[in-house]
Structure formats: C-alpha cells, structure tokens
C-alpha cells in the first residue's frame, strides 16, 4: 500500500492542496472530534522542518503538548507515521480533558428539568448524555427555523452558560444567576427578530437568483456571490445593520466585461434607494437583470476551472478569468498559481507570478494569499 493510500486510511479527510504535495489541509479526526490542521512540508518534504497549523479548538487541546509535537515530527520518518503519533496524543488530551469535567450536584439536574417543563420539551432538540450541551430549536416571525446551543457548567446557574448560533452578529446573552433556559431562549427571539429585515433582502436574493457561493448559505452567511452570467458573477457583502442599504459590491470575471458593469456601478450609485429591495436596486444601477432559476439553466454558470476541470475546489470555485475576450477560461486561483509556478517560463514577485494562460498564451498574473505562520 502507497503512502498516499495510507494517509487516506488513517486521515480521510486531510489532502494535498498543491501538485507537489507539500501542502495538506483537512480535518483529523479523533474520537469522534474533527478538528481542522495543515500542514505545510518544505521542497524536500523533510518532516523535521515543517509547519502545523491548526485551529483555536486544536491548539486548546495541544496546549502543554507542544514539545511532544515537536519531538514526533523530528523523529517521524514519513507524513503517515507523524499522523499516527499525532491522533495518538489527541486521543490522550481528549481523555484528559474529559476526565477533569466535575460532576454538578443533584440539584442541577431537578433544576434542568424544571426549566425545560417551563420552557417546553417541544423546544428541545438535542441534550447530550451528561445533560451538559442542550439545543433548543426557535421560530422567529417570518416562519424561519434557528438553532441556538447552550453549554451548561457544573456551576449552573451560578456560571454562565456559553451560548452559540448561527447568526450574523455576536450573539450576546445577559446572564445573571437568577438566569433560566427561558431567559436565553427569550433572549434569543428578541435577537431574530431584529434580523428579519436582513434575512428578507437575503431571501429574496436566495430565491429569484442563481447563488454561486454560499452554495448552501447559513443564516449566519452575509456574502453571497451571485451569476450575472457566462463566467461574470459580482459578490455582495450585506450590512446586517443596515441590510438595504448599498453592499459591498466586488464585480469578478473578464475585464472586458466587468470594466462597463464597474461603470454603472460608479455612475448609478446615486440612484440607490433603500425603500426598495437590494435586488431591484442592483438591476436598477447596473441597468442588468439577473439569470432567474426559473428561465435559465444553472449549468449555464457552471464554471468548470480549466486546469482541475472540476467546479469546487474545497470551499472555493473559480474566482480568475483569462481577460482575452475570445478565451475567458476560468481558473481556481489555487490551480492557475500552481500552474504558472511549475513552467519555466514564469517568473514569480512574492506571492504573484505572472506567466500565460494554458488555452490562449496571453499574460496572466495570479495573487495568492501567504500562508500564516
């Protein structure tokens, strides 16, 4: 069995990102846990000089593991075996943290259930085993179904709760000890409902145009790039505290296209008038109107990028185009920037490297964000 084969065995969901295999990002999966890392191998693929990123939740949990992180990758003849020893401290540090989590008193318990009883067991979704993590389903106005999640400590009531949902603002709760389930539920309505005018301008939008990404979008999600059409899409950021007001607009496509659209965008801007909707707003000021799911074929704004030939790319779907109006291929940003890097004919400036399209041969530049160290 290859390397490759193995890695995929033991760690599913952690691939290379790049051609060479340098770079890997995904998820590790311990007990039941996902937690997210990459790593970043040097040219010669030695383990003693790589880089591990991870996320907050990973570097909670490695905190004090450190020099045995280290230690692993110095002795580590291979990317696999460094795996294993890593799922195996994972497992340690989870087990240690799960046992160090006091038992709450009894009265935590009868108080649990005397606050769902007031609350309603119709509003209760989810309770894990310890009765430590519940999640309570709510209803705002407008028929729309949310989610909120609370994380009890043994202390309860005495000790906050931690509280998260899948909302586009932090979601602030105030707690006293007198506090209750109802209070956070309470708390929590109040919350949705001063979001709906928000979620009415990001609905209509969900509704009446083809969204290229979110391709699912979360309640919580205020961006949404949508297809104008062939290979030209513009990219909104919703203010949700003023969601009728003019976005954060980004035109994304060929430049002979975009340049007139980012005309009208320039000299229609005073046109915008917060009494309607954003979506009228932005027929009404680039003087466009958008593809309807209705009337048009989706596959009509399928762009497959020209170098993996596939249209996502993890989270990403092709953001660069080729601006010679007679090729306009598409091209995720990651693929062109490995592709321009691996010909000899390019040059490469930091982290831009300019060489030609693969279908045209005309220049093309390609900017990618440096990895954090």
Request: net charge neutral; glycine share 4%; aromatic share 8%.
């Amino acid at each position: 069995m290859t390397d490759s084969s193995l890695l995929i065995q033991e760690c599913p969901m952690l691939l290379p990102v790049n051609k060479d295999k340098t770079i890997y990002d995904g998820f590790i999966t311990v007990q039941e846990n996902d937690f997210r890392i990459r790593i970043l191998l040097p040219s010669d693929r030695q383990l003693k000089n790589a880089k591990l990123q991870s996320c907050w939740r990973l570097k909670q949990l490695l905190q004090g593991y450190q020099h045995i992180i280290k230690q692993r990758l110095q002795h580590s003849s291979d990317l696999v075996s460094f795996i294993l020893e890593l799922k195996t401290v994972l497992e340690v540090a989870v087990k240690r943290r799960q046992v160090y989590q006091p038992v709450p008193p009894p009265q935590y318990y009868s108080r649990l259930i005397g606050e769902m009883e007031s609350l309603g067991w119709d509003k209760l979704l989810f309770i894990d085993t310890e009765f430590r993590t519940l999640k309570l389903k709510a209803e705002d106005s407008s028929g729309r179904q949310h989610v909120i999640a609370v994380k009890l400590k043994s202390k309860y009531p005495a000790e906050a709760p931690e509280c998260s949902a899948d909302l586009p603002l932090p979601l602030n709760i105030t707690w006293t000890p007198q506090g209750s389930l109802m209070s956070i539920h309470g708390q929590f309505l109040a919350m949705l409902e001063s979001l709906q005018e928000f979620w009415a301008v990001l609905d209509e939008i969900d509704e009446k145009t083809w969204v290229l990404e979110p391709e699912k979008p979360p309640r919580g999600a205020t961006m949404r790039r949508i297809a104008i059409g062939n290979n030209v899409s513009i990219k909104l950021e919703i203010d949700n505290r003023h969601p009728k007001m003019l976005p954060e607009c980004c035109l994304l496509g060929a430049e002979h296209v975009v340049t007139p659209l980012r005309k009208k965008l320039n000299a229609n801007m005073h046109l915008w008038n917060p009494e309607c909707s954003v979506l009228q707003n932005l027929k009404d000021v680039l003087e466009i109107e958008f593809p309807s799911p209705t009337t048009h074929e989706k596959s009509n704004f399928s762009m497959e990028c020209g170098i993996c030939y596939s249209y996502r790319l993890d989270s990403a779907i092709p953001e660069q185009v080729c601006n010679d109006p007679r090729c306009g291929q598409p091209f995720h940003q990651a693929c062109l920037y490995e592709w321009l890097r691996s010909l000899p004919s390019s040059r490469q400036s930091f982290n831009i490297v300019f060489g030609e399209c693969p279908y045209c041969s005309k220049p093309v530049t390609v900017k990618m964000a440096l990895p954090k160290s």
